[in-house]
C-alpha cells in the first residue's frame, strides 16, 4: 500500500475557469481519507486528479515517493470505485471481478484465489454465478468494490459510492465498507461523499474542501468539537451550529461574552488576548448543546414556532431569535418528546466548553 503527497495542486479549464489552487495534503499508509464540501468545490475533481482521469493543471502528485503526474491510470497502481456501479450485464459476478485479472494477462490460479478472497470480504460468494441482474443495488456496489480489491492496488478511490443506494442499503453498505476497511487495515483509500455521516463515521480524517482549497483537514471529532472556520463549523453537523451575534467582555484563558438577544453574559473556554477586548464576534452553539435555563445569564429567550418530535430527540425551531442577518431561526435539539412545547418561550444557554466563538469568519484564537 502507499503514501500519497500533494504539493501546490491546482486544476482550471482555460484561464478563466480556476476549480482548485494550491492543495497541500499528506495522506499516510492505512488511513481512510475522506473529502467532502458543498457541491461545486471540487472534490470528485481531486479525487479524479489522483487517479489520473483528469490532468493536474500545477503542483506534483507523489504516490509512494515518486511523481505521477504524467503517469497514465494504470500505471499508478490505483482502483476506483464510482459512483455508478457499470458492472458488464452480460456477466457473472465471478467474471465481472476477474475481468481486470484477464487482460492483466494472470494464470488461472491467481484468478481465482484473488476473486475468491475478495468475495469472502464482501460475502458475495453466494453469489458469484449470478448476473448483475439478480444483485441487489447494494449486491451490485460490493461487486464494483470487489472488482477493486481483486487488482490488489496501492490506493483504493471511491467517488460517492453509496449515493444511488436508498436508505438502508447505504447504512448496511457503509457498514461493510467500514468492516472492509478493518479487514484490510494498511489499505489506503480517499473516498468522496456529500454525507456527513459516512464522513464522520468512515474517515481517519476529514478534508473539508471550499473557495478552491482545503478549508480544515483533521480527525472526524476534531472538526466538530473545533471548527477554524464559521463555514466548517455550520457544514459539519446537522443541524447546522447556530452562529449569534455577540461582543467579548472580558478575556483571558477563558471569554465572557454578551449576546444580542440574550442576558447577562456567558463564558467560552476559547482564549482571547486583551486586543480582543469589545470585538464583535459570532458565537457558535450546535442546537444539541443548548440547554433550557431559569437564570438571569441566557443565551436567548424565544418563542418555538415548530416542534419536530423525532422519537429519541426533539427539534425546536425558535422565532425572533437573535439570529445574525438573514439566518434562518435559532435550532435547540433536547433529549426526549416535547411536544407540547409549541408556542411555548424557553429560556435557552449553553455550557463554556460547547461555545465557539468566531472573529471575522475564523475560530477565535490567542497569541
Do not use: W
Request: aromatic share 4%.
Amino acid at each position: 500500500m502507499a503514501e500519497l503527497k500533494l504539493t501546490n495542486v491546482a486544476k482550471s479549464y482555460g484561464r478563466r475557469v480556476e476549480v482548485l489552487r494550491d492543495v497541500n495534503l499528506e495522506i499516510k499508509q492505512g488511513e481512510l481519507i475522506v473529502f467532502v464540501g458543498p457541491s461545486g468545490c471540487g472534490k470528485s475533481t481531486l479525487l479524479r486528479m489522483i487517479a489520473g482521469l483528469e490532468q493536474i493543471t500545477a503542483g506534483t502528485l507523489e504516490i509512494d515517493g515518486q511523481v505521477v503526474n504524467d503517469l497514465p491510470p494504470s500505471e499508478r497502481g490505483i482502483a476506483m470505485v464510482f459512483q455508478s456501479y457499470a458492472l458488464y450485464p452480460h456477466m457473472t459476478v465471478r467474471d465481472n471481478m476477474a475481468f481486470a485479472l484477464k487482460i492483466a494477462r494472470k494464470s488461472r490460479t491467481e484468478i481465482d484465489a484473488a476473486v475468491t478472497s475478495a468475495a469472502e470480504k464482501l460475502q458475495l460468494t453466494p453469489y458469484l454465478d449470478r448476473l448483475p441482474k439478480a444483485l441487489s443495488g447494494g449486491q451490485r456496489q460490493r461487486v464494483a468494490i470487489g472488482r477493486a480489491i481483486v487488482r490488489d492496488p496501492k490506493v483504493y478511490l471511491f467517488d460517492e459510492p453509496l449515493s444511488n443506494l436508498d436508505a438502508s442499503l447505504r447504512v448496511a453498505t457503509r457498514i461493510e465498507i467500514a468492516q472492509l476497511k478493518e479487514a484490510m487495515p494498511e489499505s489506503t483509500m480517499v473516498y468522496v461523499t456529500h454525507d456527513q455521516v459516512e464522513a464522520m463515521t468512515l474517515a481517519s480524517r476529514i478534508v473539508v474542501l471550499a473557495d478552491k482549497g482545503i478549508a480544515q483537514v483533521g480527525a472526524p471529532l476534531e472538526l466538530y468539537t473545533r471548527p477554524n472556520s464559521e463555514f466548517v463549523a455550520q457544514f459539519i453537523g446537522s443541524p447546522a451550529m447556530n452562529l449569534l451575534p455577540g461582543e467579548i467582555v472580558e478575556t483571558g484563558s477563558t471569554t465572557r461574552l454578551t449576546l444580542k438577544g440574550g442576558s447577562g453574559t456567558i463564558t467560552s473556554n476559547y482564549p482571547s488576548n486583551p486586543e480582543h477586548m469589545g470585538a464583535k464576534v459570532n458565537v457558535g452553539i450546535r442546537p444539541e448543546d443548548m440547554q433550557r435555563v431559569t437564570t438571569s445569564d441566557y443565551v436567548c429567550k424565544a418563542t418555538v414556532e415548530i416542534v419536530e418530535a423525532l422519537g429519541e430527540v426533539t427539534q425546536l425551531y425558535l422565532a425572533g431569535a437573535n439570529a445574525p442577518g438573514d439566518a434562518p431561526a435559532i435550532i435547540a435539539k433536547l433529549p426526549g418528546i416535547h411536544t407540547d412545547l409549541r408556542g411555548a418561550e424557553l429560556t435557552l444557554t449553553a455550557p463554556a466548553d460547547k461555545v465557539h466563538v468566531f472573529l471575522n469568519g475564523r475560530a477565535l484564537t490567542a497569541s
